[in-house]
């Protein structure tokens, strides 16, 4: 958009209040020195001079910081607010600022804490089932294993000791046959004898190589099973506690949560409510949710105002802008340093007007305080030594604008070119002269600005109901 159609734009309301307006309401909106040249006519009059003019928006604001220590609900799941410290009150560190409840949580904590003990009494069961696995292997190995082979090898040595007598018995029954003394029978028993012991030899050997090669092995493997057991089982537990034990600490910090303290020096405020709102968001039995931010302490050192500026101006701004800023007993230049990309939501508490959010920076000083009331005049042009006439002589038909100027014949009607204009007055870029004397409200005076008004009207109409009827032959 053009700075030529926003004027135009702008100009046409202009002229439409000044319709409705009466002459008191035209002459109020024009400088005393501006009072009719005629008196003797009975419409009144101005001299089209030459002037500078200034085009501004205007606004109405409030105070704030652009960079704010955001104190913020870090209780999960929300919680009630039970108390809040008042908005403006200076602290430093450590002071409180808001205490949320904290029954809800105080009853989590002991069911947790329950769960932590019984989770401790698993682990410390488990760590003994370890222990103890682990002293049963080395009882085997130190002990029943050695025992075992003790038992085995003195099983041995008796039977090579009974072999070795059965053997001497056999040589001395031998000798004893052959002199006639002991009887063959006798003889054969005597080697039997040999036979058993030398078998029971082998069989206590082999019950020894048994032993070690597959009992032991066997019985190592077996309590050693039971200790990875016993060992993944306590490894579960430890996992078990760490987590229980995670739960409550996290239980105890949101416990801690409920009483929030400042963590810098500064003045606390609460943050900007909804504009339809009576009360703020944080007040004694409110409700809040989780990362709601409940207070803020405001960098003094960074100060802003924020206005709305309505659609039809916003393409008028640019960055860098000058600004005045009226406060109660102080009047700052600030400078345009942000103008939003998207419009606010309308509503019926902003009379459904469509504005943009537009940051003021204001410099540096003592007396800057969140929420001090402001309002802020953003000079969009500045024309030097233009023909300017008053928006009240300035009538819109259907084809153009147009003043009516007295003359010795009368009052005649102007074609006119309009450029900028402001609340009060436009500029003239054809149509008129200096020292032209044009009439103030014409549409009170002269019939035919009343019939140019109505013929526009008229026109308006008949657009809106073609609109309408080709709107109905489009729809199925």
């Known amino acids: 958009m053009n700075d030529s159609n926003s004027a135009s734009r702008w100009l046409k309301r202009l002229l439409v209040l000044a319709a409705l307006a009466g002459t008191a309401v035209a002459l109020g909106a024009i400088a005393p020195g501006l009072m009719p040249s005629a008196t003797k ?258 960098d003094f050192t960074q100060m802003q105002v924020k206005v709305g500026i309505h659609e039809s101006k916003v393409d008028r701004l640019k960055v860098g802008m000058k600004a005045k800023v009226q406060l109660q007993e102080l009047v700052l230049e600030g400078e345009v340093s942000e103008i939003a990309e998207v419009t606010r939501p309308a509503g019926w508490w902003t009379g459904n007007l469509v504005k943009y959010d537009t940051i003021i920076k204001l410099p540096q000083h003592p007396g800057l305080k969140p929420g001090m009331s402001a309002v802020v005049d953003i000079v969009l042009a500045e024309h030097k030594d233009v023909l300017t006439v008053p928006v009240a002589a300035i009538i819109e038909g259907s084809s153009g604008l147009f003043c009516w100027i007295q003359t010795p014949e009368g009052v005649r009607k102007r074609l006119v070119k309009v450029g900028d204009t402001n609340d009060q007055f436009s500029i003239i870029l054809d149509g008129l002269s200096e020292s032209d004397e044009v009439v103030l409200n014409p549409l009170a005076y002269i019939d035919e600005a009343q019939e140019l008004a109505m013929e526009l009207d008229q026109g308006g109409r008949k657009e809106s109901e073609t609109s309408k009827d080709t709107t109905k032959s489009k729809s199925p």
Not at 96 to 109: A, G, P, R, T, Y
């Open 41 to 298: 006519i009975k419409h009144l009059t101005h001299k089209v001079s030459r002037g500078d003019l200034s085009v501004m928006v205007t606004e109405n604001g409030a105070v704030e910081s652009s960079n704010n220590k955001e104190i913020k609900c870090m209780v999960k799941g929300g919680s009630t607010v039970l108390w809040v410290i008042e908005t403006g009150t200076m602290v430093k560190p450590g002071d409180e600022l808001v205490k949320l409840d904290q029954s809800q949580i105080e009853d989590k904590i002991l069911q947790q804490k329950i769960v932590f003990e019984n989770a401790l009494a698993n682990k410390i069961t488990a760590e003994s089932d370890v222990a103890v696995a682990q002293t049963s292997i080395t009882e085997y190995l130190e002990g029943t294993f050695k025992a075992e082979k003790s038992n085995i090898e003195k099983e041995i040595f008796e039977a090579e000791q009974a072999l070795r007598k059965s053997e001497l018995a056999v040589q001395s029954a031998l000798r004893l046959t052959a002199k006639g003394v002991v009887k063959d029978l006798q003889l054969e028993g005597e080697q039997f004898a040999v036979d058993s012991a030398r078998k029971d030899l082998e069989m206590k050997r082999t019950k020894l190589e048994s032993l070690e090669k597959y009992n032991k092995v066997k019985s190592v493997q077996e309590l050693e099973s039971k200790l990875r057991a016993a060992q993944a089982k306590l490894a579960s537990y430890e996992a078990s506690l760490s987590l229980e034990q995670a739960r409550l600490e996290r239980e105890k910090k949101q416990l801690e949560n409920c009483v929030i303290r400042a963590e810098t020096e500064g003045m606390v405020i609460f943050p900007s409510m909804a504009a339809w709102k009576d009360t703020p968001d944080i007040t004694e039995g409110a409700v809040v949710r989780e990362q709601q931010t409940l207070l803020m302490i405001p």
